[in-house]
C-alpha cells in the first residue's frame, strides 16, 4: 500500500485512492459504492487545506515519493468529490454509454 | 427583456440576413449520400488542425493523424527548426503504411533521424526524400528522386498545426482562418503547456456535436445539477444569453458571460470548488498577465466569462483568458459516428495548490462533457427515424443555423463544380 507523510497518516485507511492515472481514478470511482467514497471525502475533504500547504512546501516536479501519493489521493477526492456532492451515485446521471478517455495528462 | 443588447435588426439572427429564420433541416446529418460529398466538399478543401507545435519539439520530433474522412492517415514531422511538414502515411514502395506501432490503425509519435519502413526497409529522410533503396539494383531504371513520400500542404498558426489536402488549394492557412484568426494572435498559446487530451468515440454526425458546443441555450437545462440547487433554479429562470455572437465567413463565434470565476458569492459554488477557488471556468486566480487580443471579449464585457471560436469545419478554440484555453477537433468516421477530441491547456503550476486547480477544472470538464456526449446518440437515433425533418432554431443557437448552411453550401458548390456528380439529396435539403 502507497505510504503518505506521517502528517497525514490518519487518511492511510483511504491509500488505495493514491492512484497515478486519471483512468484508475475513474475506475476506482465507478467500481466504489457510495459509502465508501462518502467516507473517504469525510476524511480527506477537512484537511485538503493542510494538503496542499504541506505540498506546496516542495518543488511539484521533485516531490518525495510519500508527498507524490499524498497529491495523487486528492486528485481523488476530486474525482469523488462529483457523485459525493453532486450526483450521489458514481455515475455522471444519463451518461449512460458514454466515455471520454484521458488520451494525455500531465506527468504531475 | 434581454440582458445583454441585441443587433439593431432585434436579432443576432436577423443580423445576418442570409441566415434566414427558417425551420431548419436535419438531412446532412443523417443521410450516408451527405456525408460522401461533404468529405471531398468540406475536408478534402478545407484546412484541418491536427495538432500543436509542441507535439514536434525537436528536429525528427513526429506524430501520426489518422483521417478516417479523407480515407488516410498523415505523418507530422518536424523536419528542420523551423519548419514541420506533412506527409501521407504510406511507403511509396508499395503500399505499405510508413509509420506505425503494433496496431497499424493506432496513432504514434516519437523522434527519430529518418522513416524507414518496416516491409522492406526503404528509407525516407524528414524532408520526405526516399533515401535508401533494398537491393536497388534489383528495380528496373528506379529514380529515388521521383518516389519521394507523397505531401500534404502543412502550416501553422499561433503554434496550431494545420494541413490541407486540396491540391489546388490557393487560399494561405491565416487567411482561411480570416478575422478571428487575425484577433486572435498575440494570445499566449505557446505558454499554455500543461496539457490535458481527451478522446470519445460518438455514435453522431460530427456536426451534432459542433452543434452541443455552439449553444448553450442547453447549458440550464443539461447540466442544471452541476450547480447548488438555488443557482440552478435561478439559472433556468434566467435561461441563456450570450453577450454577442459574430460570423466571419464559414467560421462563427459566441461571446459568455461567466458569472463563476470567480462566484459572486461563495455560496453559489460546491464545497470543492469554494475549497480550490476553481472550476469549470478554471482557476478563479489569473497566472499570467496578458492583454487580451481584440478578438477575445469583443465587447469588453466586465462579466464575460470566455469565448467559443468555431473555425469550419471542425475545430473549436475557447480562450478562457488568459491562464487556459479548450480546444475541440471532430473527426467524422461515418454519417453517424466521429471520434471526439478535447484538450485542455493550462499555464504549467507553480505549485500542488495549483495544480489541484487544474486538476478539478479537467474534471469538472470531463463530467460535463459526458452529459453533452450521451445526448448526441440520443438525437442522431431519433432524427434517422425521420419522422421529424425540419427543426425550429432560436436566436441563441444562431451559430447552428450558419453551420448547418455552410455544410450545404460547400456541399452544393462541389457539386457545382462537378456537373456529372448526381445531384442526389439537393431535393431534401
Keep these: ?108 | 427583456m434581454p440582458h445583454f443588447a441585441k443587433p439593431a435588426e432585434g436579432s443576432w439572427t436577423e443580423h445576418y440576413p442570409d441566415l434566414g429564420t427558417d425551420l431548419v433541416n436535419y438531412e446532412d446529418s443523417i443521410s450516408p449520400e451527405f456525408y460522401e460529398l461533404e468529405r471531398e466538399a468540406i475536408f478534402r478543401r478545407t484546412w484541418l488542425n491536427v495538432g500543436r507545435v509542441e507535439q514536434v519539439p525537436r528536429v525528427g520530433s513526429y506524430f501520426t493523424k489518422e483521417i478516417d474522412v479523407l480515407g488516410t492517415s498523415i505523418v507530422v514531422v518536424r523536419s528542420a527548426p523551423d519548419q514541420v511538414r506533412a506527409f501521407h502515411n504510406i511507403c511509396r514502395h508499395r503500399g505499405n503504411k510508413l509509420v506505425w506501432n503494433d496496431f497499424p490503425r493506432e496513432e504514434t509519435s516519437g523522434i527519430c533521424r529518418q522513416f524507414t519502413c518496416k516491409y522492406h526497409g526503404w528509407r525516407y529522410g524528414l524532408d520526405g526524400g526516399l533515401t535508401f533503396v533494398q537491393q536497388e539494383g534489383e528495380f528496373f531504371d528506379l529514380d529515388k528522386a521521383d518516389f519521394g513520400l507523397v505531401p500534404v500542404e502543412c502550416d501553422a498558426w499561433e503554434g496550431f498545426i494545420f494541413v490541407n489536402f486540396d491540391r489546388d488549394n490557393a487560399t494561405p492557412l491565416r487567411d482561411y482562418l480570416g478575422e478571428f484568426g487575425r484577433g486572435l494572435e498575440g494570445y499566449p498559446f505557446g505558454e499554455l503547456t500543461q496539457v490535458y487530451k481527451y478522446r470519445a468515440e460518438v455514435g453522431s454526425n460530427w456536426k451534432l456535436f459542433v452543434d452541443a458546443f455552439v449553444e448553450f441555450y442547453h447549458a440550464p437545462v443539461l447540466h442544471a445539477r452541476q450547480a447548488v440547487s438555488d443557482e440552478s433554479q435561478k439559472l433556468q429562470k434566467y435561461g441563456y444569453e450570450a453577450l454577442a455572437y459574430q460570423l466571419d465567413g464559414p467560421h462563427g463565434m459566441v461571446s459568455s458571460w461567466g458569472g463563476m470565476s470567480p462566484p459572486k458569492d461563495v455560496d453559489m459554488v460546491k464545497p470543492i470548488e469554494q475549497k480550490l477557488r476553481s472550476g469549470l471556468f478554471g482557476p478563479w486566480d489569473d497566472y499570467l498577465e496578458a492583454e487580451a487580443p481584440p478578438a477575445v471579449n469583443p465587447t469588453r464585457s466586465p462579466v464575460w466569462g470566455m469565448d467559443s471560436f468555431h473555425f469550419f469545419p471542425n475545430f473549436m478554440v475557447l480562450p478562457y483568458f488568459p491562464n487556459w484555453v479548450i480546444t475541440y477537433n471532430y473527426w467524422p468516421t461515418s454519417y453517424n459516428s466521429h471520434i471526439f477530441e478535447g484538450a485542455l491547456l493550462f499555464v504549467p503550476p507553480r505549485n500542488a495548490f495549483e495544480r489541484l486547480q487544474q486538476e478539478l477544472t479537467a474534471v469538472t470538464f470531463k463530467e460535463y462533457a459526458l452529459q453533452d456526449g450521451n445526448t448526441l446518440e440520443a438525437t442522431q437515433t431519433m432524427l434517422e427515424s425521420r419522422v421529424v425533418s425540419e427543426f425550429p432554431l432560436n436566436d441563441q443557437e444562431i451559430l447552428l443555423r450558419h453551420l448547418h448552411r455552410t455544410a450545404r453550401q460547400y456541399v452544393s458548390d462541389h457539386q457545382r463544380r462537378q456537373p456529372s456528380t448526381p445531384v442526389r439529396i439537393s431535393a431534401a435539403i
Design chain 1, 1 to 108: 500500500m502507497p505510504t503518505l507523510p506521517p502528517e497525514f497518516a490518519d487518511l492511510e485507511p483511504f491509500a488505495d485512492w493514491c492512484l497515478g492515472t486519471e483512468a484508475e481514478r475513474y475506475a476506482r470511482r465507478l467500481s466504489s459504492s457510495m459509502d465508501e467514497m462518502q467516507a473517504f471525502y469525510d476524511a480527506a475533504f477537512p484537511r485538503l487545506e493542510e494538503a496542499y500547504t504541506y505540498l506546496n512546501r516542495f518543488d511539484l516536479h521533485a516531490l518525495p515519493e510519500d508527498a507524490t501519493h499524498l497529491l495523487w489521493l486528492y486528485y481523488s477526492l476530486i474525482n469523488v468529490s462529483f457523485p459525493v456532492e453532486v450526483w450521489r451515485q458514481p455515475r455522471v446521471p444519463d451518461s449512460g454509454a458514454a466515455s471520454l478517455a484521458a488520451v494525455v495528462e500531465p506527468a504531475v
